[in-house]
């Protein structure tokens, strides 16, 4: 049976696509009570996972993707340079190194105590609501943060703004994982990535090609990204996740954002309104939708508590890594000679600007070059996951930047400069795909009903990481040799490494999502049958 006697009803002749049909104009058929019913499934074979899973590469994905790399475009350009850019800045009260780390410290605060809460509320009211909501709040919050004259006003404003940026961290990639297919998910959700160092990277030329450049003015450039971001949203060129919509029962907006994303590809949508469910599974009894969600959730917390608790400490372990060497891997006996090895090491520059005085221009070259090879290669480990398994993505990884960083620390201490920056570029690579393919496992692990609560869990413990550990570092590098430190640091990312063994990471390339949480019997068969051989549009 073709396609268009799929999409027609031959007893009245009404078009199922949508209002206004280019294909014959006619009024789109309006679904059954039964369908509108809150948490109502169909006893048919397609889900709305078959529907968004099988939608041909196209427009609306390259549309979602640049959405998702303007948004880590923005959180790059705000998060990652501060203890960096911030240190160029011509201000009277930004001029010592506890200024600078104070100023840091209160976005990640901030962030830190966003990031769960948005994770609650993207579960409960939606995904989209929360990221809009985000974005407008931090542009608000940047509004107030360049029109700061004291140290006072600015610790208070970076920590609005990072308590209105939180929630863009947490449920960005919850929203783009249930918007993308399943064919090659790894790499849509990892080439995105790569717009945090080109962020952080727009946030230093910027700061080192106007030099004196005063406060207000450099705040006014870091919200360009977001005022972008902004407009794409409110075109809807980033819409709800329909998996979502149809999982609280609101099925009528989850159709017509389908019929959004197939008209996008110019193709119509194959199913009526009726016939699309939230899981192949009937539906036990007649438990408002509300209810199914709240029982899901307990059932996945209590049985998946172990492989979340696993999850974050890998996460703080590898979190804390970054930060701590991007913080004090400058700490060896070339800073005493005031030369700056590596990427990360621009954050002896942050604390201390007056070195610039010098008019050395390898400070700015060496942060050029391990920015641009991050995000170079995140580009490569994108196409990588395609051929490679994630546990091999996350395990091989967070073995790679242990070894860089000492081979880096190595070179250091034998002078070879030159060849040591190179190798911290690859440890930004290595620390950057393992967290982000531990977020995709994340993603992939919990069902739609708790997905973005757990993945905001998970990254909370990232951010306690990024905030509490450079102090603990500044500790540990006052009572032992740098290089005792350095090592120390570097052996995190061991420990993340021996943690990833208790996770289940799958040996696959790539898992489809679901929705509810799967049953354990005699079905279980049934539903490993269907995910093999999955209904997308191409079969129909």
């Not at 005493?336 to 520059?349: C, I, P, R, W």
């Not at 242990?402 to 190595?410: D, G, M, N, P, Y």
Request: hydrophobic content about 50%.
């Amino acid at each position: 049976m073709s396609i268009l006697a799929v999409r027609f009803d031959a007893s009245n002749l009404r078009c199922r696509h949508s209002p206004c049909c280019r294909w014959c104009g006619k009024l789109p058929l309006r679904s059954s009570s039964s369908s509108r019913a809150t948490g109502a499934m169909s006893d048919g074979s397609v889900t709305v996972a078959h529907c968004v899973e099988g939608l041909p590469v196209g427009a609306f994905l390259w549309e979602v993707l640049l959405c998702a790399f303007l948004a880590s475009f923005l959180l790059g350009a705000l998060c990652e340079p501060s203890p960096f850019a911030l240190g160029l800045v011509s201000t009277e009260w930004l001029q010592t190194e506890q200024s600078i780390q104070a100023i840091s410290a209160s976005l990640a605060l901030g962030n830190f105590l966003s990031v769960l809460v948005a994770g609650w509320m993207a579960d409960r009211y939606g995904r989209l609501s929360v990221i809009r909501s985000s974005i407008f709040m931090t542009l608000c919050c940047g509004m107030v943060v360049q029109s700061a004259t004291t140290l006072g006003q600015a610790l208070a404003s970076r920590l609005l703004l990072g308590l209105a940026s939180g929630a863009l961290v947490a449920v960005l990639m919850t929203l783009v994982a249930e918007l993308l297919p399943s064919k090659r998910r790894g790499f849509y959700l990892t080439v995105w990535c790569c717009g945090k160092p080109a962020g952080s990277l727009f946030a230093i030329l910027v700061s080192c090609l106007g030099p004196g450049m005063g406060w207000s003015t450099f705040s006014s450039l870091m919200l360009v990204p977001a005022m972008v971001l902004y407009i794409l949203a409110r075109v809807d060129m980033l819409p709800e996740s329909p998996r979502h919509l149809y999982l609280v029962g609101r099925r009528h907006e989850g159709y017509n954002i389908l019929l959004d994303m197939y008209e996008k590809e110019l193709l119509p949508l194959p199913w009526a309104p009726d016939s699309i469910a939230v899981t192949t599974a009937p539906s036990k009894s007649a438990t408002a939708g509300s209810k199914a969600i709240a029982s899901s959730f307990r059932s996945v917390a209590w049985s998946n508590a172990a492989l979340t608790a696993w999850l974050c400490i890998a996460v703080f372990f590898v979190s804390a890594a970054d930060q701590c060497m991007k913080t004090w891997a400058p700490a060896g006996p070339s800073m005493k000679e005031a030369v700056l090895m590596g990427g990360t090491s621009l954050s002896l520059l942050g604390y201390d600007p007056l070195r610039m005085e010098q008019n050395d221009h390898r400070f700015v070259l060496v942060l050029a070059q391990g920015y641009m090879m991050e995000l170079i290669g995140i580009v490569l480990c994108a196409f990588l996951s395609s051929w490679i398994s994630r546990k091999q993505m996350v395990q091989y990884s967070l073995l790679s930047a242990a070894v860089f960083s000492v081979a880096a620390l190595a070179l250091e201490q034998r002078g070879w400069l030159l060849l040591s920056g190179p190798l911290v570029g690859m440890q930004l690579v290595a620390q950057a795909a393992a967290l982000n393919f531990l977020q995709v496992f994340a993603c992939e692990k919990f069902p739609t009903s708790c997905r973005a609560t757990t993945v905001a869990l998970v990254v909370c413990s990232g951010q306690l990481a990024r905030f509490c550990m450079p102090a603990v570092a500044g500790l540990l590098v006052r009572r032992v040799s740098d290089s005792t430190a350095i090592f120390s640091f570097s052996c995190m990312y061991l420990v993340g490494l021996l943690v990833s063994f208790q996770l289940p990471l799958p040996s696959g390339r790539e898992k489809p999502l679901h929705d509810v949480e799967e049953e354990r019997g005699p079905k279980e068969a049934l539903a490993k049958g269907a995910r093999k051989h999955p209904v997308t549009y191409q079969t129909v």
